[in-house]
């Protein structure tokens, strides 16, 4: 190819107005940007909440935290809780803080389990500033709190945020239908999207972001698909909004239900709502009265409801086309992943990009980072479904019986018989979050870190409780999650 001037994104929503929106500030003075996209086509617009590293991608396009919040009608997230999925009655959260303090032999829950032993321990979330802060609703945003937070936004807000803000950049959008993907006869390359109109796109590169359909990376270019459906078996989701609340809580709700689980999500001026379920073990029907019975507050609007396959696009690299966002796979929202992932998609991109030709071995590089992102997030997501006791319904029994990865299982057998954890600093999941989740849902070791019994009863003791007090003395300080909004976004909410 003679150099790479032309971007071309197909398909709008969340994915591509975060592809456009990066590319366009980024790379804006070196290519054109082009995103084309319908209006009449629905969106998902289910991806209500994040996790942490958006907040440094938001940094990286200049995005001012308190402004993006006022737009999206965000709240500030610390974790997740997790409700009946060990057993019915058990609640954990899952935050984004660090527990404890490590030091260079081992990690801070070998210190707590022998703490626990020896009568020394309280619970294991008690040394955790965001776990903390969760529980009693109180932060400092911005960096004066130093705490790890994502945001609960308005998804479709948040496209339309993106979007002005991409076309501040200088991305040029087309409003029209892509009625079919031109391919080169003599390489295989994608030359052109022609639209209903006639209007012909041509491009050098382009990003397939039109969701499931996977019109240009799908149909196009016909790269296969790797389903994940024997360890992820939940298949559909209905999504609902509701009016919102008085209490504000600083973190996602995701309440196991008995063929699968039911988020509730916070924002500033309404709750979102939605239930993940597998169409083998409940009709849809059912799923949705089920829904609808546990909302807190009126429903402000119709169910949606889709169908999904869990799993990922074999390549998500191929040609000259680049899959990001629901086109390149999906795992499932448990632990709010999706935005993350395409985001991710996007900056690999950007580090990768192609200047004069696209690389084979950039390709190959590409789909072999993507791939093993992905596959570290899924062996943490089936960790969910796995680690249950719940035997009260066929799904859970499905769950509690059935094969896993050989990367999960030799990373469950190695922690139960030591404690030790194993894993990269290229996945999303470090070790906390996994000793959260298998804590929480009653995996634990038998063992710990033999240099824990260098420390005495007292030093332990006054390690452990040293420590406690920090996290209580600093969370303490830190005002309502109400009144961080208020003081912090001016959101509109009343003051308390």
């Given at each position: 190819m003679a150099g790479i001037h032309q971007i071309v994104i197909a398909g709008g929503g969340t994915s591509g107005w975060l592809a456009a929106s990066a590319i366009a500030k980024l790379y804006?003075?070196?290519?054109?940007?082009?995103?084309?996209d319908s209006a009449a086509i629905g969106r998902i617009?289910?991806?209500?909440?994040?996790?942490p590293p958006l907040r440094n991608f938001h940094r990286l396009l200049a995005i001012r935290e308190s402004e993006f919040m006022s737009a999206t009608q965000a709240t500030f997230k610390l974790g997740i809780e997790f409700k009946h999925w060990a057993q019915r009655g058990d609640s954990y959260i899952h935050s984004f803080g660090i527990t404890g303090k490590d030091c260079w032999a081992c990690d801070f829950h070998h210190f707590w389990l022998a703490g626990r032993e020896r009568a020394l321990a309280s619970e294991f979330g008690d040394y955790c500033v965001e776990l903390q802060s969760a529980r009693k609703q109180r932060l400092l945003p911005g960096d004066a709190g130093k705490l790890n937070y994502a945001y609960h936004v308005d998804a479709g807000l948040y496209a339309g945020f993106l979007r002005q803000h991409a076309l501040r950049h200088g991305?040029?959008?087309?409003?029209?239908?892509i009625e079919r993907v031109e391919i080169s006869g003599s390489n295989g390359y994608i030359d052109a999207l022609v639209l209903e109109d006639g209007a012909r796109i041509q491009g050098d590169l382009f990003i397939d972001c039109s969701g499931f359909r996977a019109l240009l990376i799908g149909s196009a270019l016909n790269v296969g698909f790797e389903s994940y459906g024997d360890f992820l078996p939940c298949d559909s989701a209905i999504a609902v909004q509701s009016a919102g609340q008085d209490q504000l809580r600083p973190y996602t709700q995701a309440i196991a239900q008995e063929f699968g689980w039911q988020w509730c999500i916070p924002l500033q001026n309404r709750m979102g709502n939605g239930l993940v379920y597998?169409?083998?073990?409940?009709?849809?029907t059912v799923a949705g009265e089920r829904l609808l019975q546990n909302l807190l507050s009126e429903p402000v609007s119709e169910p949606r409801r889709f169908r999904y396959r869990p799993g990922r696009r074999r390549q998500a690299w191929h040609k000259n086309c680049v899959a990001i966002g629901l086109s390149g796979g999906?795992?499932?929202?448990?632990?709010?992943?999706?935005?993350?992932?395409?985001?991710?998609?996007?900056l690999r991109l950007l580090?990768?990009?192609?200047?004069?030709?696209?690389?084979?071995m950039a390709m190959a590089t590409y789909n072999a980072?993507?791939?093993?992102?992905?596959?570290?997030?899924?062996?943490?997501?089936?960790l969910h479904y796995k680690a249950t006791e719940r035997k009260d319904s066929a799904f859970w029994r499905y769950c509690n019986t059935m094969a896993i990865p050989d990367s999960l299982a030799g990373r469950l057998e190695l922690f139960r018989a030591t404690g030790v954890l194993s894993g990269t600093e290229r996945e999303l999941f470090q070790i906390n979050s996994w000793v959260q989740v298998l804590l929480g849902q009653r995996i634990e070791p038998t063992d710990y870190h033999p240099i824990v019994d260098l420390m005495s009863e007292d030093e332990l003791g006054a390690f452990l409780q040293g420590y406690k007090k920090f996290v209580e003395n600093r969370v303490s300080a830190f005002p309502s999650h109400r009144q961080a909004i208020e003081q912090y976004c001016k959101g509109g909410l009343a003051s308390e």
């Amino acid at each position: 190819m003679a150099g790479i001037h032309q971007i071309v994104i197909a398909g709008g929503g969340t994915s591509g107005w975060l592809a456009a929106s990066a590319i366009a500030k980024l790379y804006g003075k070196q290519v054109k940007v082009t995103l084309v996209d319908s209006a009449a086509i629905g969106r998902i617009g289910v991806g209500e909440a994040t996790i942490p590293p958006l907040r440094n991608f938001h940094r990286l396009l200049a995005i001012r935290e308190s402004e993006f919040m006022s737009a999206t009608q965000a709240t500030f997230k610390l974790g997740i809780e997790f409700k009946h999925w060990a057993q019915r009655g058990d609640s954990y959260i899952h935050s984004f803080g660090i527990t404890g303090k490590d030091c260079w032999a081992c990690d801070f829950h070998h210190f707590w389990l022998a703490g626990r032993e020896r009568a020394l321990a309280s619970e294991f979330g008690d040394y955790c500033v965001e776990l903390q802060s969760a529980r009693k609703q109180r932060l400092l945003p911005g960096d004066a709190g130093k705490l790890n937070y994502a945001y609960h936004v308005d998804a479709g807000l948040y496209a339309g945020f993106l979007r002005q803000h991409a076309l501040r950049h200088g991305c040029n959008h087309v409003d029209g239908k892509i009625e079919r993907v031109e391919i080169s006869g003599s390489n295989g390359y994608i030359d052109a999207l022609v639209l209903e109109d006639g209007a012909r796109i041509q491009g050098d590169l382009f990003i397939d972001c039109s969701g499931f359909r996977a019109l240009l990376i799908g149909s196009a270019l016909n790269v296969g698909f790797e389903s994940y459906g024997d360890f992820l078996p939940c298949d559909s989701a209905i999504a609902v909004q509701s009016a919102g609340q008085d209490q504000l809580r600083p973190y996602t709700q995701a309440i196991a239900q008995e063929f699968g689980w039911q988020w509730c999500i916070p924002l500033q001026n309404r709750m979102g709502n939605g239930l993940v379920y597998s169409s083998q073990y409940v009709a849809d029907t059912v799923a949705g009265e089920r829904l609808l019975q546990n909302l807190l507050s009126e429903p402000v609007s119709e169910p949606r409801r889709f169908r999904y396959r869990p799993g990922r696009r074999r390549q998500a690299w191929h040609k000259n086309c680049v899959a990001i966002g629901l086109s390149g796979g999906f795992l499932e929202p448990v632990e709010s992943t999706s935005i993350h992932l395409a985001m991710s998609a996007i900056l690999r991109l950007l580090k990768l990009f192609p200047r004069n030709e696209i690389s084979d071995m950039a390709m190959a590089t590409y789909n072999a980072q993507t791939r093993e992102e992905i596959e570290g997030i899924r062996d943490f997501i089936i960790l969910h479904y796995k680690a249950t006791e719940r035997k009260d319904s066929a799904f859970w029994r499905y769950c509690n019986t059935m094969a896993i990865p050989d990367s999960l299982a030799g990373r469950l057998e190695l922690f139960r018989a030591t404690g030790v954890l194993s894993g990269t600093e290229r996945e999303l999941f470090q070790i906390n979050s996994w000793v959260q989740v298998l804590l929480g849902q009653r995996i634990e070791p038998t063992d710990y870190h033999p240099i824990v019994d260098l420390m005495s009863e007292d030093e332990l003791g006054a390690f452990l409780q040293g420590y406690k007090k920090f996290v209580e003395n600093r969370v303490s300080a830190f005002p309502s999650h109400r009144q961080a909004i208020e003081q912090y976004c001016k959101g509109g909410l009343a003051s308390e």
